[in-house]
């Protein structure tokens, strides 16, 4: 591990480290555009220039590795100026579009400009060379040939990722252009990922573009729950709205990307069928009512259907889209407080579900891995016997947290089960497994709640709240934890500590802490 000097002050690196990646250490920033550390090293934009003691030339930072005794300089005269005579030179031919550039907010030009340039610009705008502007290069992605500066993320991305090769560079000198293959789109599942790595508005996502301004918006860390991957994402969002997934990146999950779905999977959680307040079953129709009444009415059906059938006649089922901490709830409410030891987990995906040998998992459920290390999925009762036992009428009232029985067990299955048996839901949207409810509860989707998820590894990682729930709906937690309180148990009040208690008792989850999950996730024991 050598041990370099950067603009005077000295720290020890791993190997194989360049001086980009040995700055960043130290929190100094050198420019670049074309570097990218989930990419080859292509070093074409000759932004990231310093000078290095005892070599006659500036160096480019991003292909120069580090040796003992190095002496870097970042910020010199000959340096800073090298590098306002780079941008200079890529600027060029840009096109003045920031007013109107989806990137404006977020552009390494515009910020490099104020770092290293805010000069007059010497070259006519009338000799600018033109290219062509908007073009439709596949699905997800828009391209501005103008704006584009010649970095090469892209294509090196559709080289060297997604090994499909949509994108090459043509032509030469300052008509270099960008564009798609002959007979090719870019159509692969990733091909949203060009957009993250462009350090300008060259392309631009169809989703989001001219939807918001980057400074408008918030952002929170989180995790994706398109599958069971678990791909590290930034929630982009203001007052309770989503409008965009972004990938954060993890080494150890999902690299740098993420896939255009789980990209997307955002509007599922803005859908028109969203619950705002819970609602009883009346003669003809559901009613609204406050959420004093509606657990009044839960707790009157369990000490009904408990004090006539016994416990055995209470059944729980929940969902592996819930995070390990409503699971961990829900089975305790299930056992402790309701003395009922039938709890199934429901882990379904489609039997056609797309995957691959990437990032994509035919498990589409965040949570698989937690139920099975909190005791469901892997042994006792299935969801298959809850149901049979409601067909047959030992089971009088079930408890369904965000399962979708109907697509996993099928309509006719569950009007022979469900039929004359008392359903407790706890849910984000109207669906046809709500329409079997005679109480519905309201509760979070995953960017609305805290708490933890589990991938198809064992990685347990955190989702954060990035808004509260809408309307009157409450997290799943703080509605289960309620729901415990009322029924006598010991009411959790904060998400810490209802992990601390589960980590205290799971075994799979022993020692881990909120602090030292962090951002990056742990694995189960």
């Known amino acids: 591990m050598p041990t370099i000097e950067i603009d005077g002050q000295k720290i020890t690196v791993p190997d194989g480290f360049n001086v980009i990646q040995a700055a960043e250490q130290l929190g100094i920033e050198v420019p670049h555009y074309c570097y990218h550390p989930g990419l080859s090293i292509s070093g074409n934009c000759r932004m990231c220039l310093v000078e290095i003691e005892k070599m006659p030339k500036l160096q480019i930072g991003c292909n120069t590795k580090v040796t003992e005794g190095m002496v870097v300089k970042t910020k010199s005269e000959k340096a800073k100026t090298a590098q306002s005579a780079v941008l200079e030179f890529i600027l060029i031919n840009h096109p003045v579009d920031c007013p109107i550039c989806d990137q404006a907010g977020e552009c390494k030009l515009q910020d490099y400009y104020m770092d290293y340039g805010k000069y007059q610009s010497r070259f006519p705008i009338e000799a600018k060379v033109e290219k062509r502007k908007v073009v439709d290069i596949g699905p997800h992605v828009v391209l501005d040939q103008e704006r584009c500066i010649l970095c090469a993320r892209c294509t090196r991305f559709t080289d060297e990722v997604t090994k499909t090769g949509e994108l090459g560079l043509f032509a030469r000198g300052d008509h270099t252009y960008v564009d798609l293959f002959p007979g090719k789109k870019l159509d692969n599942p990733y091909s949203a990922n060009v957009v993250d790595v462009c350090p300008v508005g060259a392309l631009t996502n169809k989703d989001f573009r001219f939807k918001a301004r980057v400074w408008y918006l918030e952002k929170a860390e989180s995790v994706c729950t398109k599958c069971s991957n678990g791909c590290n994402i930034d929630i982009y969002h203001r007052r309770g709205q989503m409008f965009r997934f972004r990938p954060r990146a993890n080494a150890e999950v999902n690299q740098y990307w993420m896939c255009d779905e789980g990209r997307l999977w955002y509007k599922e959680f803005q859908k028109e069928s969203r619950i705002l307040r819970p609602l009883v079953r009346g003669e003809e129709a559901f009613t609204p009512v406050q959420w004093d009444q509606a657990m009044g009415t839960v707790l009157e059906k369990l000490t009904q259907v408990k004090d006539q059938h016994g416990a055995g006649a209470i059944a729980g089922i929940i969902g592996a889209k819930a995070t390990n901490e409503e699971t961990y709830l829900f089975t305790r409410l299930l056992k402790e407080q309701l003395g009922s030891d039938k709890v199934a987990g429901l882990s379904w995906s489609p039997a056609d579900a797309f995957h691959d040998d990437f990032l994509i998992k035919a498990d589409k459920n965040p949570n698989t891995r937690g139920l099975q290390a909190l005791g469901l999925l892997n042994g006792g009762p299935t969801v298959a016997d809850i149901l049979a036992a409601a067909e047959q009428g030992t089971v009088k009232t079930l408890l369904v947290f965000g399962a979708d029985l109907i697509s996993a067990c099928g309509q006719e299955k569950l009007d022979k089960a469900l039929g004359d048996a008392t359903v407790i839901a706890f849910d984000t949207d109207h669906s046809g497994m709500t329409e079997y409810a005679d109480v519905i509860l309201p509760i979070s989707t995953a960017p609305e709640t805290d708490g933890t998820v589990t991938n198809h590894a064992g990685r347990v990682q955190r989702v954060r709240q990035a808004f509260p729930p809408p309307g009157e709906a409450k997290t799943g937690w703080e ?46 024991a």
């Open 479 to 524: 509605a289960l934890a309620s729901l415990q309180g009322k029924l006598g148990g010991t009411e959790l009040m904060s998400i810490t500590e209802v992990f601390s208690e589960l980590a205290g008792k799971v075994p799979a989850f022993a020692g881990m802490t909120y602090g030292k999950l962090g951002s990056q996730g742990a694995m189960l």
